[in-house]
């Protein structure tokens, strides 16, 4: 059995929308807290792009504390190719 007493802290966290719907990854603890805001980096069709996730509602589960992050569209970069619904579409 290991000694968890050395160990830093963890959290899960929940991304609820956006490019990374339905992901979870295990994050340190930062001062003892979650982070209240996580950026990340993808490759979208070559081109980097960053995401901006807020947190949310915080919950503990059979020992483990989750954080849901919600996306945050006008602080992240525009997907190239994303459809605009206002948009008509032209046909060759």
């Known amino acids: 059995m ?19 719907e339905g992901t979870t990854e295990h994050r340190f603890l930062q001062d003892g807290a979650p982070e209240p805001r996580i950026t990340q980096y993808a490759l979208v069709d070559g081109t980097d792009a960053m995401f901006e996730y807020a947190a949310g509602e915080t919950r503990e589960l059979n020992g483990e ?10 602080d992240s970069d525009n997907l190239q ?12």
């Open 2 to 20: 290991s000694d968890t007493s050395s160990e830093p802290a963890k959290y899960v966290a929940e991304y609820l929308d956006g490019p990374l």
């Open 65 to 74: 504390q989750y954080v849901r992050y919600s996306f945050d569209a006008k």
């Open 81 to 92: 190719g994303q459809a605009d619904p206002n948009e008509e579409s032209e046909h060759l």
